[in-house]
């Protein structure tokens, strides 16, 4: 089983950058698909970004293209989210998940694990 832990969630101004980080135990990090998600009030979870351990190669939702960066350390077990030019509409409870596997599929019920998320609030 993988426990997964994320981090760096605050109050922020539009325009500001931010860097999340999801910490990984309990399984080989470094052989799961990892995935970034986010939800807004009244919303669906929806995909941000993820990243697989082959390549690895990287997607990203159309509304941050260009602007967020998923990245993974398999040394510390970790992934992170640099979040550039953040936006009100950016708000959200981010969410990290993972998967086994090579594939990285963008819907959230394909994903096996998640963190208890993580507030990220981009006022104007």
């Known amino acids: 089983q993988v426990q997964l832990v994320e981090s760096g969630g605050r109050l922020v101004q539009a325009g500001d950058s931010l860097r999340l980080s999801c910490a990984a135990s309990g399984g080989t990090f470094s052989r799961y698909t990892m995935g970034w998600f986010r939800q807004a009030p009244g919303k669906e979870r929806d995909v941000v970004a993820t990243?697989?351990?082959?390549?690895?190669?990287?997607f990203y939702a159309d509304s941050v293209k260009g602007r967020f960066t998923i990245s993974r350390d398999n040394a510390k077990n970790t992934v992170y989210l640099q979040m550039n030019s953040l936006k009100p509409e950016d708000t959200a409870v981010y969410y990290c998940?993972?998967?086994?596997?090579?594939?990285?599929?963008?819907?959230?019920?394909?994903?096996?694990?998640w963190g208890q998320g993580t507030q990220v609030t981009v006022s104007s």
């Open positions: 990243i697989t351990w082959i390549g690895p190669s990287t």
């Open positions: 998940a993972a998967r086994s596997g090579v594939a990285a599929p963008s819907r959230a019920r394909d994903y096996d694990y």
